[in-house]
């Protein structure tokens, strides 16, 4: 069995940062894509950024210059960097990532259970 487990979600006035941690546990034998999303109430979930095993990174429009994405291979960890945080960033914010099994030697498509991240004004 594996998990997607977020961190670091919290309450921020506007102007500020957070950073969020995604940590990847169980019988792993590799990871492809990592990325993070979110979803503001009444909202569709949508992509803030992307990051494949060798590095390259895909960010939203709206997020790129305040966003940093990034990951550690072999804590198999995703982070996402948050500045100059508005109220319009307010959302649960989900870890995805595709994964290979070890067990089953299948590829997954696997989804933390999500962080709040609520930006006051």
């Known amino acids: 069995q594996v998990q997607l487990v977020e961190s670091g979600g919290g309450l921020v006035q506007a102007g500020g940062s957070l950073r969020l941690s995604c940590a990847a546990s169980g019988s792993i034998f590799s990871i492809n894509d990592m990325g993070w999303y979110r979803q503001a109430p009444g909202k569709q979930r949508e992509l803030v950024a992307a990051?494949?095993?060798?590095?390259?990174?895909n960010y939203s429009d709206s997020m790129k210059g305040r966003f940093t994405i990034s990951r550690d291979n072999a804590k198999n960890t995703v982070y996402l960097r948050m500045n100059s945080l508005k109220p319009e960033d307010t959302a649960v914010y989900y870890c995805?990532?595709?994964?290979?099994?070890?067990?089953?030697?299948?590829?997954?498509?696997?989804w933390g259970p999500g962080t709040q991240v609520t930006v006051s004004s």
């Open positions: 990051i494949t095993s060798g590095g390259n990174i």
């Open positions: 995805n990532a595709q994964l290979l099994e070890a067990m089953s030697v299948q590829w997954l498509d696997v």
